[in-house]
T-cell receptor
Framework: NAGVTQTPKFQVLKTGQSMTLQCAQD?????MSWYRQDPGMGLRLIHY???????DQGEVPNGYNVSRSTTEDFPLRLLSAAPSQTSVYFC??????????????FGSGTQLSVL | KQEVTQIPAALSVPEGENLVLNCSFT??????LQWFRQDPGKGLTSLLL?????REQTSGRLNASLDKSSGRSTLYIAASQPGDSATYLC?????????FGKGTMLLVSP
């Protein structure tokens, strides 16, 4: 059971380049989300999804796009990378997103540097 | 807007000590509170989850309490070990989103 898998683990981009961070889970979770973690800022929610075809914005959505075509996958797209998007990105999932007692499972993260 | 604060930001203790990490939140209308552990360069691992109707949860040497009315939670670690060294984060959940604190970095020295 792989859990939540993120690829790549490390990525360096030039300003203006685009890329997609991949996230896949094999736990049949309906809820998936993306966070970014910055020193001194903690984890901040970028986008989340409560099921295939349904996405919503979190606290810091600007500059990022998401889509959810399958239950398993939730890719995060950077359309035109900026240095301010240098961060560690985490994908997380849970069973439904609304149950009172469900835990959140995290991937191991993608460290992104934008030069 | 929900705000979550963790005190202290960093803590260094000798092995064997009992210790308490603190978490406070501004909006008491939460579904649950979770404590996570993060090792350097790794993702987060859920340690304990306390539903809003509960007062505490225990797992091994860890005990977490929740006082929703005052907006506070504590994580108690008994008989600390060097392997407990990590960053501990608390997060509160409402609807489909979690709001995280910035964490407490714990170092347990042998």
């Amino acid at each position: 059971n792989a859990g939540v898998t993120q690829t790549p683990k490390f990525q360096v981009l030039k300003t203006g380049q685009s890329m997609t961070l991949q996230c896949a889970q094999d736990m049949n979770h309906e809820y998936m989300s993306w966070y970014r973690q910055d020193p001194g800022m903690g984890l901040r929610l970028i986008h989340y999804s409560v099921g295939a075809g349904i996405t919503d914005q979190g606290e810091v959505p600007n500059g990022y796009n998401v889509s959810r075509s399958t239950t398993e996958d939730f890719p995060l797209r950077l359309l035109s990378a900026a240095p301010s998007q240098t961060s560690v990105y985490f994908c997380a999932s849970s069973y439904s997103g609304t149950a009172l007692n469900e835990k959140l499972f995290f991937g191991s993260g993608t460290q992104l540097s934008v030069l | 807007k929900q705000e979550v604060t963790q005190i202290p930001a960093a803590l260094s203790v000798p092995e064997g000590e009992n210790l308490v990490l603190n978490c406070s939140f501004t909006d008491s209308a939460i579904y649950n509170l979770q404590w996570f552990r993060q090792d350097p360069g790794k993702g987060l691992t859920s340690l304990l989850l306390i539903q809003s109707s509960q007062r505490e949860q225990t797992s091994g040497r860890l005990n977490a309490s929740l006082d929703k009315s005052s907006g506070r939670s504590t994580l108690y670690i008994a008989a600390s070990q060097p392997g407990d060294s990590a960053t501990y984060l608390c997060a509160v959940k409402r609807y489909s989103t979690l709001t995280f604190g910035k964490g407490t970095m714990l170092l347990v020295s042998p």
